[in-house]
């Protein structure tokens, strides 16, 4: 501007002409800028080019909100030039940004709708001000550069429309190339095709596609990989993902369309869970360790796998619209890996058809009989892929099992081998007629090793069928050792079992090879019949469908037109319908309410136990017509043991409809059925024998819980709301009460609530005339009300109710030695529910130890208030008794000394004696004072480091005298190394005077008394070593018996033995020692034996500081 306004001065109109062909000859926005301009996410405005001293990455350090004061003035048009009045109105704030950009002009770049910039100029090189020609050039520059900066926005925008068009477009291209590639069933080359795509197409330079895998589904495993080396390749492959981990970590919160994206800022932690997730948005960049993954899912929503990106192209993080293109790539890749494992499974499982077919044909075509098993046992050992096989047929004569078939390396060895029925896997398979598959021979005690042996082959693992022929076991097929290693399943045993199936047939036409007539035919279609028939009862446990197995092959042989099966109820009297076809629903009313059993033909059979094979129901006296169609009847019992469990009834609208082969026929299935029934209603009772038992015992583990709980404390308010609380929770109701009744008052209060309510702790709930309260008291039982609104039984807590919204209630009495001491209230609010009888017997097993409980809380709680009132009255006259008493010791120390005159020596006996008894009573006053501080908790302790050496001396010192007067012998043995103690010196005088003081009185004349301290360790607490110092003081007195040892400490204890009778004393030295000996952290004990003497010890800690402690 210095060279056009103030060198060569050229006119306007050429300034801005040459100034607009220079904007137009470019659309590229850098090229067109020096000037701030507005960053539209961020809301403020930036530098976007720099001339002059100041470096572009500097100055885009400095920023401009659209609050800031200068971008208002910009905004409403005006040009801001910081000179004069206008830089003072600028803030301070502002004007350092613009010191530090070098720019005092500011010309604003504004489109009819907002501020997109300012030209942003530096004071003049000549130092001169802008004129007003100057600032109408940069205005009318201004307004042509807002024009540039529009066209070439417009044209950036246009440039990436048309390229995201073109990527676009490819991608659609690559999706619908791929699309008719994943039609190829090979799923190797389907998984490169879908990474290859992915990498070429969306332009990752890291593609890789992880599946479940195979061998072990609890990981996820890399099968397919574009973009990296062989070296990253091997690693990969190597890597196994825990899928839990993975299926952890895949939440809504992280989910972006159906795929999950973890930030950088929200890696996957070691357990699988994301720290912090960061927002995806367009145009963000893409971080080393971010993380995009594509679940892979089949048509029934399984988890297959999932395919994960790495390394954008453009170094940003993908739009939602490239997300849901890789979603597609997964989707197409999903889809082809189900078509190609359908379609192995497909081939697989028509083998297996195809080989079945081929041996049926085989069996049908011919009757050799060892041709055709030899084929089945070739057909085994090929579709099951195992190293060999046999088939034995049981030799009746014998009991033996005989090699028939064996193929694999040791067939020859086996040839007519005998292995005796219920010796080894197969002998029990022939047995028990139940298949068996073992996938480790080696732990399995059935293992009959010597075949092995014999034949130098080695058996891991075996599959093993029966077969069997008219019910019976006829021989057994085994298959041995999968080729790859891996364990025979379900799938293998029922396709064995197919074998085994076709075999059975092979033998039963070999058999019938000479049986021609039709009854023969008729007869093996029955027997398989009945083999299909036990397949099917035997299949299930199920009550109810082994009713409608029967009577639906019962129907479908005989062709009956209608059929009921009866259980007996012999507890109603009566035949209970389970199952019933062709008959009127009206007739399902006996499936709740029993059929007569002295009603009707299948009464008869029932009560009698007799078949009814009935021709023409017309002449038989006890039909009960139901159907008017029906013209003949067939019902067989079902018994079980010598005992009618059930029957079995026909009806055919035909005469004759039934003949004698149907009535066999039906005979035999009700035996078989028989069985299948009992089986099933024994394992229907053993569950619900398990279920109760189960509920029992987590009934009896809630008793126990809540009874542990409630004996724990004695605290009446912590116990009811511990009690409200367990109850609320183990019923889950929304509110529990408990209400304790005050006889003498005449009314209830709540005492604890699970959910508290304002106000209701001051409800009285009256006694008189309340029919809840007299319900409980009378009838000492739980008052369940379904519906309170309607019960008359809380019309007298009617306004309370109401206020509560209480919908449902349970009512349980707390009954103490017959006086009902109050109730708990279980109430439901937000629906209305009826109480099992199981909960409520429940909720009253609780109830009665909740009454126990706060009855014991009760009783505590009126002993303890005893126990203080006693406390406090001792103490008080303990001290009321000091001030005389220390009145008449005083007084008769004065007299004694002469102070009222002189006394005879008579006098002075006197004056000793009242002495002497004052002496004592002041010792039982302090020891009374000293019990009721203890017994209050009042006592304070001065804990500070003592000689215990010091004590012991100052105590001697007292006692000796009167030791000495009984002609005792005392000995002190204390080291002289031994560290001070932390106690309270009086106080620790008090218990070594009390415990030498009864040394003496209990000691006979010349008796020998020892006082020794030594260091001492004990555990702590914690399990910690404390130092403390031992302290013993023993005689050669009387002792203590045994049973009398453990009450020596209690208050107010003395002994029965006759010579300590003439001792006198309080009861109360002992007691009062061990609290103290206690509260300065040590513990006290005797050992005594009769006639010998006793030992006291007491401990005391040793002091590790120095310093004073007041403790109470």
Avoid at 995 to 1002: G, T
Wanted: charged share 25%; aromatic share 6%.
């Amino acid at each position: 501007i210095d060279r056009f306004f103030f060198k060569e001065r050229p006119g306007f109109q050429a300034i801005m002409r040459d100034f607009s062909r220079a904007l137009t000859a470019t659309l590229e926005l850098p090229v067109l800028l020096e000037v701030l301009l507005a960053d539209e996410r961020a809301a403020e405005y930036e530098v976007s080019q720099s001339s002059g001293d100041i470096s572009l990455q500097v100055a885009q350090m400095v920023r401009f909100r659209e609050r800031d004061w200068l971008v208002r003035r910009l905004q409403a048009g005006e040009i801001v030039y910081l000179q004069g009045e206008e830089a003072k109105e600028c803030p301070a704030e502002e004007q350092a940004r613009l010191r530090a950009l070098g720019v005092v002009l500011n010309v604003p770049l504004r489109t009819k709708a907002r501020l997109v910039g300012w030209l942003a100029l530096g004071p003049k090189e000549s130092d001169d001000l802008y004129s007003r020609d100057d600032l109408l050039l940069l205005a009318a520059m201004a307004d042509q550069t807002v024009i540039a900066v529009e066209n070439a926005q417009l044209y950036e925008k246009q440039v990436v429309q048309s390229r995201n068009l073109a990527r676009q477009a490819q991608q659609l291209a690559d999706i619908l190339h791929l699309g008719n590639t994943l039609k190829s069933l090979d799923m190797d080359v389907v998984l490169q095709q879908t990474v290859d795509a992915v990498h070429k197409s969306m332009g990752f330079g890291l593609v890789t596609l992880s599946l479940v895998d195979d061998e072990d589904p609890s990981f996820v495993k890399v099968v397919a990989w574009a973009g990296t080396g062989e070296a990253t390749w091997q690693e990969l492959t190597s890597i196994r993902f825990p899928l839990a981990r993975f299926q952890a970590a895949i939440r809504d919160e992280y989910r972006i369309s159906h795929s999950y994206f973890f930030s950088r800022q929200r890696q996957l932690t070691a357990d699988g869970f994301p720290q912090r997730i960061g927002e995806v948005r367009e145009g963000q960049e893409w971080r080393d360790g971010d993380q995009l993954f594509v679940p892979l899912t089949g048509s029934s929503d399984e988890f297959l796998g999932f395919l994960s990106v790495d390394e954008p192209a453009d170094g940003r993080r993908p739009s939602q619209e490239e997300i849901e293109v890789l979603e597609i790539f997964a989707n197409q890749a999903a889809i082809a890996i189900e078509n190609a494992r359908l379609f192995e499974h497909t081939k697989a499982r028509a083998r297996q058809l195809a080989t079945l077919n081929e041996v049926s044909r085989s069996i049908t075509s011919t009757l050799d009989l060892p041709a055709v098993l030899r084929l089945i046992m070739a057909k085994v050992v090929e579709i099951l892929e195992v190293e060999a096989g046999s088939l034995l047929l049981m030799d009746e004569e014998t009991d033996e099992l005989v090699f028939q078939i064996a193929l694999g390396p040791v067939e020859s060895k086996l040839e007519s081998a005998r292995l005796p029925v219920g010796t080894g896997i197969a002998g029990t398979v022939a047995q028990t007629g139940e298949s068996l598959i073992v996938n480790d021979v080696s732990h399995d005690p059935r293992w009959y090793t010597d075949l092995d042996l014999s034949t130098d082959f080695a058996t891991r693992s075996i599959l093993c069928t029966p077969l069997i022929s008219h019910d019976k076991v006829i021989g057994v097929v085994e298959a041995i050792n999968k080729r790859d290693g891996s364990p025979f399943d379900e799938e293998d045993l029922n396709l064995l079992t197919s074998f085994a199936a076709q075999a059975a047939i092979a033998i039963e036409n070999a058999r019938l090879y000479t049986m021609t007539d039709e009854k023969l035919a008729r007869r093996l279609d029955e027997l398989s019949t009945m083999q299909e028939i036990d397949r099917q009862l035997n299949a299930t446990l199920d009550f109810q469908r082994v009713m409608g197995l029967t009577l639906q092959w019962a129907m479908r042989t005989t062709h009956a037109a209608a059929g009921t099966l009866y259980l007996v109820d012999y507890e109603y009297g009566g035949l209970r319908l389970l199952a019933s076809q062709g008959f009127p629903d009206s007739f399902d009313r006996y499936r709740e309410e029993p059929w007569p059993m002295n009603s009707g033909i299948v009464g008869r059979v029932a009560r009698t136990g007799d078949v009814a094979l009935v021709s023409d129901v017309s002449r038989d006296p006890d039909y009960v017509a139901v159907i008017a169609e029906t013209r003949s009847q067939l019902s067989v019992p079902i018994s079980r043991e010598d005992r009618v469990i059930g029957v079995l009834t026909l009806q055919s609208p035909q005469l004759n409809g039934f003949d004698e082969e149907d009535l066999a026929f039906v005979i035999r299935l009700a035996d078989h059925a028989a069985i299948a029934i009992e089986n099933a209603r024994l394992y229907a009772t053993t569950q619900q024998g398990l279920l109760e038992i189960e509920e029992r015992a987590r009934r009896l583990a809630v008793i126990n819980r809540i009874s542990a709980m409630l004996g724990a404390s004695l605290d009446l308010p912590a116990l009811t709301r511990t009690i409200v609380t367990e109850m609320a929770r183990v019923t889950g109701v929304d509110q529990c009460r408990l209400v304790l009744f005050d006889e003498e008052q005449g009314y209830g209060t709540i005492q604890a609530e699970y959910v508290p309510t304002p106000g209701v702790a001051d409800v009285h709930i009256p006694m008189a005339g309340n029919p809840a309260y007299e319900a409980l008291r009378d009838a000492r039982r739980p008052l369940v009300i379904a519906d309170v609104r309607s019960n008359p039984s809380l019309v007298i807590m009617d306004s309370l109710v109401k206020h509560l919204e209480v919908k449902s209630m349970l009512l349980l009495p707390l009954v103490v030695q017959g006086q009902l001491v109050g109730l708990i209230s279980l109430e439901t609010m937000r629906e209305r529910r009826t109480f099992s009888p199981a909960e409520v017997e429940l909720c009253q097993t609780l109830a009665n130890q909740a009454a126990i409980a706060v009855t014991n809380a009760r009783l505590y709680a009126d002993v303890k208030r005893a126990n203080e009132a006693k406390s406090e009255f001792v103490s008080l006259v303990s001290h009321e008794l000091k001030v005389p008493m220390t009145a008449i010791k005083g007084f008769a120390k004065l007299l004694a000394a002469g102070r009222a005159g002189e006394i005879n020596e008579r006098q002075r006996e006197f004056l000793s004696v009242i002495e002497d008894n004052v002496e004592r009573m002041q010792t039982l006053v302090n020891d009374l004072l000293d019990h009721s501080q203890l017994e209050a908790g009042r006592m304070k302790l001065e804990l500070r480091a003592v000689s215990l050496a010091e004590v012991v001396s100052d105590v001697v010192r007292v006692v000796r005298r009167e030791m000495e007067s009984r002609g005792q012998q005392l000995t002190v043995d204390i080291s002289a190394d031994l560290p001070p103690v932390w106690a309270d010196r009086s106080r620790l005088t008090q218990v070594l005077t009390n415990l030498m003081s009864n040394a003496y009185k209990y000691t006979p004349y010349d008796g020998a008394i020892q006082v020794r301290a030594e260091l001492w360790r004990e555990e702590g607490e914690m399990g910690e070593e404390r130092p403390m110092v031992l302290c013993a003081v023993s005689d050669t007195g009387i002792g203590i018996a045994p049973e009398d040892q453990s009450r020596v400490f209690t208050s107010f204890f003395r002994s029965q033995h006759r010579l300590s009778k003439d001792v006198e004393g309080t009861g109360l030295g002992l007691s009062i020692a061990r609290r103290i000996v206690e509260l300065q952290g040590g513990r006290i004990w005797v050992e005594s034996a009769v006639g010998e003497g006793s030992t006291f010890y007491f401990t005391v800690p040793v002091a590790q500081t120095g310093g004073q402690l007041s403790n109470s």
